[in-house]
């Protein structure tokens, strides 16, 4: 009968305990419940962090923990290979290669025999999955450690504290601990500070020891796998994603908000970009380079349509969570941790674009995309509305054209055209009379003319060119032979252009024809 009674007990206690965590975990903000059912079989280890502060008389701390568990998904490490136009895996080591030129005559090469390079997600390591609470637990201990006594820090609000100071990553990288060795290399640093409670201060400081330890490497453009701290560390050079993350990791550990802001694309060159920029109590943002220069003195080197900043919280207006999940869209778009921040800097302007093309069944989206590195990017989504679509805050000054997604490319919706500097838009669409035009280059240049009032050409002497149009798609003109003069063709007029030199990169920019002169977008 003991046994008997034994056992009855030890049910009776098992259900009541069920149902004891059941009517606790109803009480936690519902974002931590939904996380909390996608962790698996790590969900004890984020219920160790909850019941850790549940009852800590710093009642921040709990809601620093809901907000680190509640917007967990989504944020990983994320590992990348290269593969080739048929999806092969390309094996391919940035660093085996001496300097950034031989590392691209390489690339070119493959992309001869092997078609057009990309990279491809091979690993996905959620943090929901992986985290451990004693990780979590130290993390959010040292952060609230700096917030209460850097003085620089005692004014950040707790909203800007948790999107700003409190996140153990700054982008996909391997996770690491990284604030021990920040917080005690610059433990002594007010007593170096003019002002020591300014923020702007402690980040000059700071980031001008980063540099002494990081730089930039153009080869890392071909290492898409964000570096852990140790792998930076021992590397010292790495792309601009891995300066944003050093930077992050030496501010974030001395109390400082700082974040990430990105462009998917240049708006008229190739490539993309990130940097970081300091957040200030009113949640003013100061923009800087980690590694590379310092807040209030730098400048992006190029002309921007869209400035996106990574938050750790889920933004409930983003593409990625607004969208049904049947729907695919670019890759940088399906991003639910993002905010748009361009009007913060350059002069915008909302555009409604009419689409007089069809629209596809179960399309609710339309795209406006910039030309970058041969191809056209989507940089925005917009929502169609009986027939039109609107896009918000783009930057002026710029060539967009609008685009579906369909199939998992993107598909002219309409013509291109120029969103003027006083926010107008001007049309792209050829007309039946042609213009002559003389073309002394393939990029942007400073015009030298020559003695006898000619201006320089800058097209290489016995090259073959290739001029294009853009007519629901680039149609071929003709093509020439450069000499030492530039070189005359005969285009229609009110058109999108696009010189290309036969076996190049196809890297070219894209002009426009004003008063007979390239303007070049």
């Known amino acids: 009968m ?12 098992s259900c009541l305990m069920v149902g004891v965590t059941q009517a606790k975990s109803t009480e936690w903000p ?21 019941y850790h502060y549940e009852h800590d008389p710093d009642t921040l701390k709990f809601r620093a923990a809901c907000f680190l568990i509640g917007n967990m998904d989504g944020h990983s490490f994320v590992a990348y290979d290269f593969v080739d136009s048929a999806g092969g895996v390309v094996p391919f080591d940035p660093l085996s290669y001496p300097t950034y030129d031989s590392l691209v005559k390489s690339v070119e090469q493959i992309e001869r025999e092997r078609g057009e390079l990309d990279y491809r997600r091979n690993t996905a390591i959620e943090d929901l999955q992986e985290v451990t609470a004693e990780y979590l637990i130290d993390n959010i201990d040292k952060a609230f450690a700096v917030w209460y006594s850097r003085p620089w820090a005692k004014k950040l609000p707790f909203d800007i504290f948790c999107n700003d100071v409190l996140p153990y990553r700054g982008s996909n990288e391997p996770l690491e601990e990284w604030r021990d060795e920040f917080m005690q290399k610059h433990e002594n640093l007010p007593s170096e500070m003019s002002d020591p409670s300014d923020p702007i201060e402690a980040a000059e400081i700071i980031n001008e020891e980063v540099k002494n330890w990081f730089t ?31 930077a992050i990791y030496a501010l974030r550990a001395n109390g400082i908000a700082v974040t990430s802001d990105y462009t998917p694309y240049w708006a008229d060159a190739g490539n993309n970009h990130a940097w970081n920029a300091v957040v200030m109590p009113d949640g003013t943002a100061i ?12 400048r992006l080197p190029n002309r921007v349509a869209k400035v996106y900043r990574k938050t750790f919280a ?11 999940d049947s ?9 639910k941790s993002v905010v748009d921040v361009t009007s913060s800097y350059t002069e915008v302007s909302d555009v409604t674009i009419n689409l007089p093309n069809p629209i596809p069944d179960s ?24 027939q039109q679509v609107t896009f918000t805050d783009m930057g002026r000054d710029l060539v967009y054209l609008p685009v579906f997604y369909l199939n998992e490319e993107l598909v002219p919706a309409s013509d291109p055209f120029i969103l003027t500097k006083r926010g107008e838009v001007f049309l792209l669409r050829p007309t039946s009379d042609t213009v002559s035009v003389l073309l002394n280059s393939t990029t942007k240049r400073k015009l030298v003319q020559s003695t006898d009032g000619v201006e320089q050409s800058f097209l290489k002497e016995g090259k073959e060119y290739t001029l294009y149009f853009w007519q629901e798609g680039w149609q071929k003109g003709d093509s020439k032979i450069a000499g030492d003069r530039p070189l005359q063709f005969e285009v229609p007029s009110n058109a999108l252009y696009w010189l290309v030199a036969t076996d190049s990169n196809r890297k070219e920019r894209i002009f426009v024809i004003e008063n007979g002169k390239q303007v070049w977008y």
């Open 2 to 13: 003991r046994v008997i009674r034994f056992l009855i007990y030890l049910l009776c206690f």
């Open 30 to 50: 519902k974002e931590v419940v939904t996380a909390l059912e996608k962790s698996g079989e790590n969900r004890g280890e984020l219920e160790k962090v909850l």
């Open 216 to 246: 930039f490497d153009p080869r890392f453009y071909y290492h898409p796998t964000d570096q852990s701290l140790s792998e930076m560390k021992t590397n010292g050079i790495g792309r601009c994603e891995d300066m944003t993350n050093a």
């Open 287 to 298: 923009p800087f380079m980690g590694a590379e220069a310092n807040p209030g003195k730098y």
């Open 314 to 324: 889920k933004q409930l207006n983003s593409l990625a969570l607004i969208k049904p």
């Open 327 to 335: 729907i695919k869209v670019p890759r940088w778009l399906d991003r």
């Open 363 to 386: 399309v609710p989206f339309a795209y406006l995309a910039v030309f970058n590195s041969g191809a056209w990017k989507a940089i925005h989504y917009g929502i169609i509305k009986s």
